[in-house]
Every structure is written in C-alpha cells, then in structure tokens.
C-alpha cells in the first residue's frame, strides 16, 4: 500500500464531525488540549498499534495483541471494553444525525426526547442491515460518506470561518494567551480533556496494513505524521469555526454545527446551501458509524471461536459477518436508546453517554500500551516490519 492509502485510511477513522461541538464549547483552549492530545496520545497509539500490527498481523487486532501479552482473561476484558463502550458511542452519533434530520422539516424535534429515542431505534437498525450484507457494501458507504460527509463540511465550515475572521463579524471567543490556557484545576476541564481523547480514537484501525506497505519503517510513521497534521488541522479550525459564532450558552451538542452553519450562510446569503450540507453531513455520520459498527463485533467474534465466549457468538455468514454479535448489539443499543427519555434533556442524555463512552475507551488503551510494552520485552524475537524508533527506551 502506499502512504497516501494509509494517510486515507486514518483520516476516514478518526475524523467525526460529532466532536466538533465538544470542542467548540472550550473555545480558544481547544488548541491546547488538541496539542497535548496528539502529543501524548494520538501519535503513541499509532506507532503503538503499528508495531502491534506488523507483529501479529491476525484477525482480531487488539484481541490477539492482549493475548499474547497477558492471556486470555486480560484479552477478554479488553474486547469486552472495546465492544462495550462502541456500543455506548452509537446513540451519540445517531443522536447527531437525527437532530439533522429534523432540519429538513421541523428543527423543534432535535429537543424531543420521544422523537431522538424512535429515529436512533430506526437508523441504527438500518445501519446494522447495511452491514449484515458484508463488507464490500459496508465499506463503500463507509468511503463515500467519509469523503463527502466528514471531511467536505469540515473544510467548507472552515473556509466560512477564516471568511469570517476577515470580515471581522462579532466574535463569541477571545484569542489571547489567558484563554489558550485552561484552568486544569478545574474537573470540568479535565472531563473536557477526556471528550478531546476520545475524538482521536481510532488511529490504529490502519496499523495492520502497515506489513503491505514497501517500506514500512519509513513510510509508515511518515504517514501517522501526515495523518496527525490533516486530522489536527480539520478538527480544530472547524471547532474554532463553530466556536466563533455560536454563543457557548446556546451551543447544542447534538446539533452545534448545523448551528454555524446557518448563521454563516445567512450573513453571506447562500442559504440554499443548508440542505446539500445537512445531507453531506448525515451521509457522513451514518459512514461513522457504518465503518465502526462491524470491527469490534469482529474481535468478539475471535473471542468466541477462541473459547473465551460463548460459541454462538462465533456465529458469521459467508461474508464472514458476526451476526448474531451484530443482534445482540442492536438490541442493547436499544436499550440505551431509553436514555434519551430518561433524562430530562437531549444535551444531558448525550453529553453522559459521551462521558460514559470515552473513560471506557481510555481503559482499551491503556491495555494497547501496556501490551506493546510487555511484547517488546516477552516476545522481542517476533519479526515486526515497524519498530517504533529509540529501542526499548521509547518502544
């Protein structure tokens, strides 16, 4: 494969319009949790997962990385992890969509709980049909919609924003050196901070691919590094974008980006735009999800036919497509879904199932480091095509 594959593959993983508004509401900080995120953990996971990758290319990913670091009690709980706060994730993405949707005919819905709870039920199990047809059809929508839904509103959202900046319309942010730096004594800030690692997952979904790659201890990290600066560059600017002209007070985490969106268009009279950008942006998150929603039933899939599960979970069609997995996960996703009438608003029920989501997945991670670590030292002698640089020092 060659770099601009590889930087395609990261990009179309890791880039989600979803976090934007997360971001938004820390205003200028945003900058600064973005740069301590990929300092401290974008990169590491990718060149992590990278020499995980080459090693031990099998199907399963971080399943079998685990394994053979700890066992299959530890490689258990961590697929278990991995699974689990995935399936916490998808109605926060399915919340953003069908808040979308309402934009086409009555925007009030996007605060109806009854209304998110049906639309999430309907549009996840539509999503969980996709992929029962296999991969080919779920990786083309997944591609197309990356492409057109993801990285297109991002770049658009972002050259209204610099437009904006020169025109110098009212500002809702300051910038300033006070407010680059946040207070970090504050927990608030620090659960902000969880929220920004969280939308940097999913770097390492490439890492298998590094062993096609001709060169893959020059090329790959020069990918992770290009892949680093598009997908920093298009999360912040269109954070800052969003963060400029919608008040933090009225910022809606479901919703927040459709929200710049109609104050630029209106302030430069190309209102006929929020349709074809809506749609981009609902082709985008049903991509997101459409991309993710098959890979970790996969690794459970591979824990079940390794005997850490219960056999029918092993269960896939000729398509090698987990199904019953795929089932079980759509009905708790269901169940989730009741969230958002529990709680006593849209913003409440998200922003908990967002927290839930992420403090999950940084415990996934801990066991990716940890395991790259332990195999360095317990199984130095398997032939890896990408070593991170510095030796057991770094590695």
């Known amino acids: 494969m060659k770099t601009f594959q590889i930087v395609m ?49 099998n199907t ?38 069908a808040g979308i949707i309402t934009y086409f005919f009555n925007p009030d819905l996007a605060q109806n709980k009854t209304y998110m709870a049906w639309m999430i039920l309907a549009l996840f199990w539509g999503a969980t049909l996709i992929n029962l047809f296999g991969m080919k ?74 062993a096609e790659m001709k060169n893959p201890q020059k090329d790959y990290p020069k990918a992770i590094f290009i892949s680093v600066g598009i997908i920093l560059a298009t999360i912040v600017f269109a954070s800052l974008a969003i963060a400029i002209v919608v008040p933090q007070k009225n910022l809606s985490l479901v919703t927040g980006i459709l929200q710049a969106f109609f104050i630029f268009f209106h302030a430069y009279h190309v209102e006929w735009m929020v349709p074809f950008i809506a ?43 987990p199904v019953n997995v795929l089932i079980l996960q759509a009905v708790i996703v269901s169940i989730l879904c009741l969230a958002f009438v529990w709680m006593p608003t849209v913003n409440s029920s998200f922003w908990l199932l967002s927290q839930i989501t992420a403090q999950l997945a940084l415990i996934v991670y801990v066991g990716l480091f940890v395991s790259g670590i332990r195999l360095r030292y317990k199984q130095g002698e398997v032939k890896r095509s990408f070593h991170i640089p510095g030796g057991k020092v770094l590695g």
């Open 9 to 57: 593959i990261n990009v179309i993983a890791v880039d989600s319009i979803r976090t934007l508004p997360f971001s938004a509401e820390l205003g200028f900080s945003l900058v600064f949790f973005y740069l301590l995120a990929t300092a401290f953990f974008l990169l590491p996971s990718g060149l992590v997962a990278a020499e995980l990758g080459t090693g031990w290319p």
């Open 60 to 97: 399963g990913g971080i399943y079998v990385w685990v394994r053979e670091a700890f066992g299959k009690r530890a490689s258990l709980s961590i697929i278990w992890l991995n699974w689990i706060y995935n399936v916490f994730w998808y109605p926060t993405i399915m919340a953003l969509i």
């Open 137 to 210: 059809v779920s990786a083309f929508v997944s591609t197309l919609g990356a492409l057109i839904g993801t990285i297109l509103p991002m770049l658009v959202i972002t050259i209204f924003g610099c437009m904006w900046l020169g025109g110098k319309g009212p500002m809702q942010i300051q910038f300033s050196w006070e407010t680059f730096f946040p207070d970090l004594s504050h927990l608030g800030n620090l659960a902000f901070l969880s929220s920004v690692l969280f939308g940097l997952l999913g770097l390492e979904m490439s890492a298998t691919h590094a």
């Open 279 to 321: 749609g981009c942006i609902i082709l985008g998150g049903l991509s997101g999800v459409s991309a993710w929603i098959i890979g970790p039933t996969k690794g459970l899939m591979v824990a079940a036919a390794d005997g850490s599960l219960p056999k029918f979970l092993s269960k896939h069609t000729k398509q090698n497509v």
